[in-house]
């Protein structure tokens, strides 16, 4: 991947529960490929991470209970295999679960290994390797440019 299409800090923004740290990369122009979204409570703590890879998949690490809401995306052949409408009109969508080993496998790495900055995805990663995370996020380490 080109340094232009890594994954890059795009935005911090309040939420009503605490703030909301994304990190993308663009196909085109408002059309993500890859993204990453920590959430953060009012304390500064993650209470969750959802990765989405536009080869792979979708999943959630949720601070207290690991990686959960695996999905995968279906081929273009399940998803002109639906019905009338779906080959005349077709959509890739997520194709239902999928393993938390399929996520460390797959999906996790797509985003962790593309992104910009190597010091927030070894941050992340080692976040990942646990099922409960209390360490408050230093806020500073995020500008976004």
């Known amino acids: 991947m080109e340094d232009s299409d890594k994954i890059k800090l795009v ?29 953060i409570d009012g304390n ?26 695996c999905h995968r995306w279906e081929s ?9 409408l779906t080959r005349r009109y077709t959509a890739i969508l997520s194709d239902g679960s999928a393993s938390a080993d399929f996520a460390r496998d797959f999906i996790i790495p797509d985003i962790l290994d593309n992104m910009e900055n190597a010091d927030a995805a070894e941050w992340i990663a080692d976040i990942l390797r646990v099922r409960e995370y209390l360490v408050p996020v230093d806020l500073s380490r995020f500008r976004v440019n």
């Open 11 to 39: 935005a911090v923004e309040d939420t009503e529960s605490g703030k909301k740290i994304a990190f993308a990369s663009f196909l085109r122009k408002d059309y993500v490929a890859k993204s990453l979204v920590i959430y």
């Open 44 to 69: 500064n703590i993650i209470t969750g991470i959802f990765f989405s890879s536009d080869v792979h998949g979708t999943v959630e690490w949720i601070n207290g209970s690991g990686l959960k809401n």
């Open 76 to 84: 273009e052949d399940q998803a002109r295999s639906r019905s009338y």
